[in-house]
């Protein structure tokens, strides 16, 4: 079925240093893509999107690429920051009813 | 603002019997999702309500079923429950589909 894929599903990061997070895609379809931060006990919480008329969108100290000519999607977070620990899921919507979660990455940031 | 809301935040229930989740929607938001979370994966599309229809249903059983009021609301409610049922219920409200979801922080199910 459709799925959404992560590179790595561990990431460990000095602070200050910046944080790269890949997803690959699998629907070609898909027009819409979404990077959520899940921190423990609490709902996934919008960070950033993309459509795909667009390659790179900047958000505050967080900027998502998009290739779609591979498929693939990614967050970076510039200088980051001890709360910027949680579980980072990419997700992708087809212009319908259904947004994919990826199994997503965990992010620790060292001090 | 209020933010999504769902009710209970945790629930225990037994093999076969039957689980109504409830979730209020954050004020003016049409669309309501629904997902389930197990420990360690991604959120699982469940159903998406907008305009209180169904436009879109995951892979899961007809033991699944959910409706959206007129005040968008939404309820999930699942029968003859298994221990796989065990899981965060997350419920998600967006002003429309396609746009960014606002997630509750969710129900948490154990089913013994």
């Known amino acids: 079925g459709e799925s959404v894929g992560l590179h790595l599903p561990t990431l460990s990061v000095q602070e200050g240093d910046n944080s790269i997070i890949n997803c690959a895609y699998s629907?070609?379809?898909?027009?819409?893509f979404i990077w959520y931060k899940q921190e423990s006990g609490k709902g996934p919480q919008f960070i950033i999107d993309?459509?795909?008329?667009?390659d790179k969108r900047q958000g505050q100290r967080v900027t998502v690429l998009l290739n779609k000519t591979v498929k693939h999607l990614s967050l970076q977070i510039a200088a980051t920051q001890p709360g910027d620990s949680a579980v980072y899921f990419c997700?992708?919507?087809?212009?319908?009813?259904?947004?994919?979660f990826g199994a997503g990455t965990r992010l620790f940031v060292k001090a | 603002d209020a933010g999504v809301t769902q009710s209970p935040t945790h629930l225990i229930k037994t093999r076969g019997q039957h689980v109504t989740l409830r979730c209020s929607p954050i004020?003016?938001?049409?669309?309501v999702s629904w997902y389930q979370q197990v420990l360690g994966q991604g959120p699982q599309f469940i159903f998406q309500?907008?305009?209180?229809?169904?436009?879109g249903r995951g892979n899961f059983p007809d033991r699944f079923s959910a409706r959206q009021f007129p005040n968008y609301s939404s309820e999930l409610n699942v029968n003859a429950l298994l221990l796989g049922d065990s899981a965060l219920y997350l419920c998600?409200?967006?002003?429309?589909?396609?746009?960014?979801?606002?997630f509750g922080n969710g129900t948490r199910l154990t089913v013994t």
């Open positions: 997700a992708e919507n087809t212009g319908g009813f259904k947004t994919i």
């Open positions: 629907n070609s379809a898909s027009d819409y």
């Open positions: 998600a409200s967006s002003p429309v589909p396609n746009s960014p979801l606002h």
């Open positions: 309500y907008y305009e209180k229809e169904e436009r």
């Open positions: 004020s003016g938001h049409k669309s």
């Open positions: 993309i459509r795909s008329n667009m």
